[in-house]
């Protein structure tokens, strides 16, 4: 099957999930992830009418970068070094992966140092398991507060990665209790924030992860793997 049969597939499936929950289908964006995707098979999902494309290796979204250019929107989705930041700031329309203060640090100098403002979305390991990066769920509020001397950052929202797991039960508590989260955040109201995407949701889960409340859903193998 070819990438944009993939696509429509993918298209179909968040349809039918967001209907099952009572929701409009346009509210939900798809980031396409294209790690270890050649350029070529990520211009064929753009043709597929594909406009956010999602790395989670620094190195690899500026080569596809200027390949590609800026007719699509870039996102960083995976952990991201501080001294790697430089090369990505003038690229990149939304990180999903803030999860520390140093790494706010140099995204607010290296934005102000171009003039520009970075989107964020603060990354939660609600699972905690310990290969995945993001901060715990306690620690949200405070995080945020501490944000506010950062004010080239834009938060936009959170994001998390689904317990790895096929306990379709457990996954989905998960991202409930994300969503409860993201709605707490929300309803603070503060100044510095914008709670506006909820990220949550991969090849395997995305279906819960939209039933429970996700806006944005993250795709690589659903997309671009041969089936
Ligand atoms: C790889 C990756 C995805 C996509 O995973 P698939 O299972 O291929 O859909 C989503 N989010 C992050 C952070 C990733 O690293």
Sequence with gaps: MCVKENIEQVRNRIKKAALTANRDPNEI???AVSKNIPTTKVLEAIDAGITIIGENRVQELVKKYHNIGKKISWHLIGPLQTNKVKYIIDKVDLVHSLDRISLARELNKRAGAIGNKIQVLIQVNMSRETTKSGIYEEDLFTFVEELVNYPNIQVKGLMTIGPHTNDTVAIRECFKRFRDLFEE????????IDMQYLSM????????AIEEGSNMVRIGRGIFKDK
């Design 29 to 31: 964006s798809i980031v």
């Design 185 to 192: 955040l929300k309803a603070k109201e503060l100044d510095h």
């Design 201 to 208: 949701g991969m090849t395997s889960d995305f279906e819960i």
